[in-house]
């Protein structure tokens, strides 16, 4: 009996703790008028942030209790995205959105000599990625991409810490990430341009004062990037180096 009011009282003492964190979270948002909002992705323009880039909050804790994950707001306040995983180096992690439709798909590569910070997307749902047949004929899934985490001494100037990669026998890099995530200090440029398209920033302190550290962090995804992709590439930073 002892244990098991020991128990109760610890469940709700985190489910207290939880809500803490999610009001606190919420006083952080800048409210924006109904008639201002806009659909996620879609550029918005005022003084107060960069022309046409979209921001978010990311919220490293899943909404389910004894899951690791994600919970990421928009400007407004709205979850847009959400990711729930079991286990801390899972083989596959699901980026879904508001209503846990999935978006992407992100699975470690699995070859004899594949590395294990390895990771090809998907599209939407991959399931076991066996083999499905259409108009009958055998097709199979192909990622997007392919991400790759940095290794090695060589090149030790550079800012990089990974690639991401078409997804075809060559590889060739499209974007690399320059920074430190574990900071939560990233930039995602496209190779060719050296263009920013994407950025990952610490979170500014709430305004009662309050510290985020680097649980609650910022992503900024400029025009014509996808918003989805970009989280992605947070997700699998998340993986390599936390």
Known sequence: MFLFLKYLSRTVHEEQQFENDCKRLASSFKTIPNEDR?????????????EGCVSFTVW?????????????????????????????????????DHAGKSVLTLRRLKKLLARLDDWLVYEGEVGDNGPSYKSGKLSRKKPICFVRR?????????????????????????????????????????????????????????????????????????????????????????????
């Open 38 to 50: 806009h659909h996620i992705g879609e550029p918005r323009h005022d003084d107060n942030a960069r």
């Open 150 to 242: 940095r290794l090695g001494v060589l090149h030790a100037a550079s800012k990089a810490i990974a690639y991401v990669c078409h997804a075809t026998p060559r590889k060739q890099r499209e974007y690399v990430i320059e920074g430190s995530y574990v900071n939560r200090s990233c930039k995602v440029l496209e190779v060719s341009s050296r263009e920013v398209v994407a950025e990952i920033k610490r979170k500014e302190a709430s305004p009662s004062g309050g510290s985020f550290g680097t649980e609650v962090f910022v992503l900024i995804v400029r025009p014509g990037f996808d918003c989805g992709f970009a989280m992605a590439l947070v997700l699998l930073l998340d993986q390599m180096f936390s």
């Open 60 to 96: 490293r804790k899943s909404l389910l209790i004894d899951c690791n994950g994600f919970t990421v707001f928009d400007s407004r306040g709205d979850m847009v995205y959400r990711v729930d995983s079991y286990g801390r180096r899972p083989r596959e992690v699901v980026l879904m």
